[in-house]
Every structure is written in structure tokens, then in C-alpha cells.
């Protein structure tokens, strides 16, 4: 299990860089826009993400707008 913050978020903000739909449906209200990048990240990882962190890193993440 990956949980080190710093190589999560390099994937977090990875995924968002290549997913922009994902940001523009989150932005809109879909939550499960969410879940689609989880599942973005844990491919990058091996399916070794921490997910708790990685949801948490990728709601900032837009939250603040990067």
C-alpha cells in the first residue's frame, strides 16, 4: 500500500492533467467524477494507492483549482 504523500499526489494531479471531462463533471456537481479518478490514480499505482488519501488529495485538488 502506497500512502506517501508526495508520490500520490504526483499521480493525483497526473490524472487530473489527463482526465479534464472528470474535472469539468466534478465541477458540475457529479461526484462520482470523484470515483473515476480514484480509479485513474490506482491504475498509475498498481492498484497500491492509499484510496482514503488519494480522495481526500484529489477533492483539494479541485477544490482549489489545480
Known amino acids: 500500500m502506497v500512502s506517501d504523500a508526495g508520490q500520490?499526489?504526483?499521480w493525483v494531479v497526473e490524472?487530473?492533467?489527463n482526465n479534464p471531462?472528470?474535472?469539468a463533471d466534478f465541477r458540475?456537481?457529479?461526484q462520482?467524477?470523484?470515483g473515476f479518478l480514484i480509479g485513474q490514480v490506482q491504475r498509475l499505482a498498481e492498484g497500491k494507492a492509499d484510496i482514503?488519501?488519494?480522495r481526500k488529495?484529489?477533492?483539494n485538488c479541485l477544490k482549489i483549482g489545480n
Open 32 to 34: 462520482q467524477a470523484v
Open 15 to 17: 490524472s487530473i492533467k
Open 57 to 59: 488529495l484529489i477533492e
Open 8 to 10: 500520490l499526489e504526483s
Open 21 to 23: 471531462q472528470a474535472v
Open 28 to 30: 458540475a456537481g457529479k
Open 52 to 54: 482514503s488519501i488519494v
